[in-house]
């Protein structure tokens, strides 16, 4: 059992960055699959970037090359640095984990994750 707590996000303006972190705290995160999902209003949620407990990670296209996952297991911490950011962005933005030993990009879908929290709202202005 994890519990997991977003926080960082903020009103921004176009091409401004933001660093989302997910407190995790129950269990130690070093097994496990580690995401971040966002969804936008009358959209369904998507994933944007998963790190296998290895750190090997992924990003989607629509934010390759300006958002950037990463994790800390000592600190039981996931971030995701976001450069770049563009009214689209604007969602909420949620932190997601499982228990899981391989490759995260093998896990697409919302219902592969068996823990979530309660998420953090990212806006960008034009």
């Known amino acids: 059992q994890v519990r997991l707590v977003e926080s960082g996000g903020a009103s921004v303006q176009a091409g401004g960055s933001l660093r989302l972190s997910c407190a995790a705290s129950g269990n130690t995160i070093s097994s496990y699959c580690m995401a971040w999902f966002r969804q936008a209003p009358g959209k369904q949620r998507e994933g944007v970037a998963r790190i296998n407990s290895s750190g090997g990670t992924y990003v989607s296209f629509p934010v390759k090359g300006r958002f950037t996952i990463s994790r800390d297991n000592a600190k039981s911490t996931l971030y995701l640095q976001m450069d770049g950011l563009k009214p689209e962005d604007t969602a909420m933005y949620y932190c997601?984990?499982?228990?899981?030993?391989?490759?995260?990009?093998?896990?697409?879908?919302?219902?592969?994750?068996?823990?979530w929290g309660q998420g953090t709202q990212v806006t960008v202005s034009t």
């Open positions: 997601a984990a499982v228990v899981y030993a391989g490759e995260c990009r093998t896990l697409p879908h919302v219902t592969d994750f068996e823990y």
